[in-house]
């Protein structure tokens, strides 16, 4: 499978030959719909407390007796139904945190970016430089590709070239660029478009082709 390689200023400089086993298969809606709830679920902090009845101030004297009043029958004011009480089968402190099967993770990732190239909604050029931080060269960039809409910018490492590139998108508000190892398929399907430079997608067919270990980064 061959695809069109771009400069920065959207020209076509050659043509780049593309892994099928992740860029041509059909994609698994049902394991992307799990990786994303997976996501969701791992976002949780799960810091959320409520006290319950053992646990807010309060006498445990019963009000007044049993029989004889006239009114219905109470016990503590801490009772959940009553003002100030506990709070019945209240939500703890606990953790959301779920996983997935490596090949299974693999499998969503390789299917997110196999419907996102179906869709010819992937844009991959030789490289990216910019000469120092510049929201206007970002902008320039994308216009130049005929980008518009929310848009991922995938590198490949943390060098210095790819965080001018980071600091110089920082300000557009449809814009994110993310680590090719970090690649999930949230990102991928909330995004309209993904810029991936060469040496991004050499990162990428390391890690999600044939018998390539997986990173713990997949579980973000």
Known sequence: MQATLLNQQGEQVGMIELNDYIFG??????????????????????????RGRGEVKGSSRKLYRQKGTGRSRQGRVRAPHRMGGG???????????????????????????????????????????????RTKDAVALLAALG?????????????????????????LPKVKTLL???????????????????????VIEGILGNGAPAPSSEEE
């Open 25 to 50: 298969i059909e994609p698994n809606v049902s394991v992307m719909h799990q990786y994303v709830l997976m996501q969701a679920s791992n976002a949780r902090l799960g810091t959320h407390n409520t």
């Open 87 to 133: 709070v019945a089968h209240g939500p703890h402190p606990r953790s959301y945190r779920v996983s997935m099967p490596r090949k299974m993770r693999r499998l969503a990732v390789r299917s997110a970016l196999s419907a996102k190239y179906a869709a010819q909604q992937i844009h991959f050029l030789d490289s990216i430089t910019f000469e120092r931080p």
């Open 147 to 171: 980008i518009a809409g929310k848009t991922l910018i995938v590198v490949d490492s943390k060098s210095e070239q790819n965080q001018i590139v980071q600091r110089s998108a920082n300000n």
């Open 180 to 202: 090719a190892s970090y690649l999930n398929v949230r990102d991928l399907l909330h995004h309209d478009h993904i810029v991936m430079p060469q040496a991004a997608l050499g």
